[in-house]
């Protein structure tokens, strides 16, 4: 049997998503809304809401961010959708600019 190993995250990523699960609490609160009444709109558990709650990581990031859209936590500094669209609009025109695929040489320069 192949050992199976736990994935490991730096602690700026575990720190971020603690943050995002505390903004999410804290929505959640200031909206007098139950844990219940949350994850129902959400369409997920009340377990799953509480791992999110608490920055676990093993959950997926999309139902962080359908949670937080749905306490009102502002996502990437935007508070509405079309700053978001505006924002992507621009990350892909940039992303246009650039190469499909990046290529290393193969050859390493290590003459200093």
């Given at each position: 049997?192949?050992?199976?190993?736990?994935r490991t995250y730096c602690r700026a990523t575990r720190e971020a998503t603690e943050l995002l699960g505390k903004l999410i609490r804290l929505g959640r609160k200031e909206r007098r809304m139950t844990a219940h009444e949350l994850a129902g709109r959400a369409g997920i558990s009340r377990a799953t809401l509480q791992k999110i709650e608490n920055g676990d990581l093993r959950c997926e990031?999309?139902?962080f961010f359908e949670v937080a859209t749905l306490v009102g936590v502002?996502?990437?500094g935007a508070d509405d959708a079309a700053t978001i669209q505006m924002q992507s609009a621009r990350i892909q025109d940039k992303l246009a600019l650039l190469p499909h695929s990046i290529r290393t040489s193969g050859k390493v320069d290590d003459d200093f």
């Open positions: 049997m192949i050992p199976v190993r736990k990031i999309g139902l502002q996502l990437f």
